[in-house]
């Protein structure tokens, strides 16, 4: 009995989407301290401070070079997702394009045999024309949040708002606007 009210309770959750490790340049103009994240200790103090604040669960983004600083800081039971990129921008001096993303996922809401199962992997075009390098498409943010079995009632803290696009996705599900049957998007990676 005491299991399913714990299963059942409202939990807290947040998405920590900082500038990656050695982009901090992209973001100068958007904020005055985004140096700050050329330096690793300040993911570190990042990761600590989610699992702190965010026992319930959290995710982060991170870029495939940044992995090898992360992944001593993580804790050992956190999943690594992947966001594949089936379109991104291709450079003439890179030779091997990025395409695609890690999601570092720790803890989340225990899944019922109700629930359908979610990938670690998700693929989804790059967002274009946001105004801001590294927005999130809107069907990603809602794979984060399934990641993260975020239910109606939930709270999930947008450490790094951006384009405000989490914070929509998170009120649209939270609010039971949108829910996880309503969305199609686990339908198309299945
Ligand atoms: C990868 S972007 C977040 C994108 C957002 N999730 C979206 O989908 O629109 C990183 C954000 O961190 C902000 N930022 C940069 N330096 C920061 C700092 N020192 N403190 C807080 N935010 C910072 C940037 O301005 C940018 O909005």
């Known amino acids: ?8 309770a409202v939990m807290r959750f947040a998405y920590a989407d900082p500038p990656y490790l050695g982009c901090a340049s992209y ?14 200790e300040t993911h570190r103090r990042l990761i600590a401070r989610l699992g702190d604040e ?3 669960g959290w995710a982060m ?3 495939v070079p940044s992995l ?16 594949v990129k089936p379109f991104c921008s291709f450079k003439p001096s890179v ?10 996922l720790a803890g989340g809401r225990k899944r019922t045999r109700e629930q359908r199962t979610i990938r670690d992997w998700f693929a989804c075009e790059i967002a274009m024309k946001q105004g801001l390098v590294g927005a999130k498409p ?10 993260l079995n975020v239910q109606r009632g939930d709270s999930v803290a947008d ?28 339908e198309a990676a299945a």
């Open 1 to 8: 009995m005491e299991r399913k009210a714990a299963v059942a």
């Open 27 to 40: 973001y100068r103009q958007h904020h005055p301290e985004a140096d700050i994240w050329d330096d690793p």
């Open 54 to 56: 965010y026992p319930d």
């Open 61 to 63: 983004s991170a870029s």
């Open 68 to 83: 090898f600083a992360l992944l001593p800081m993580l804790p050992a039971d956190c999943r690594i997702c992947v966001w």
């Open 95 to 104: 030779r091997i394009a990025y395409a695609w993303e890690p999601i570092i």
């Open 138 to 147: 809107a069907p990603v943010v809602h794979w984060i949040l399934d990641l």
């Open 159 to 186: 450490l790094f708002p951006g384009t405000g696009i989490v914070g929509r996705c998170v009120e649209a599900r939270c609010s039971g606007v949108a829910t996880l049957a309503d969305l199609p998007l686990g």
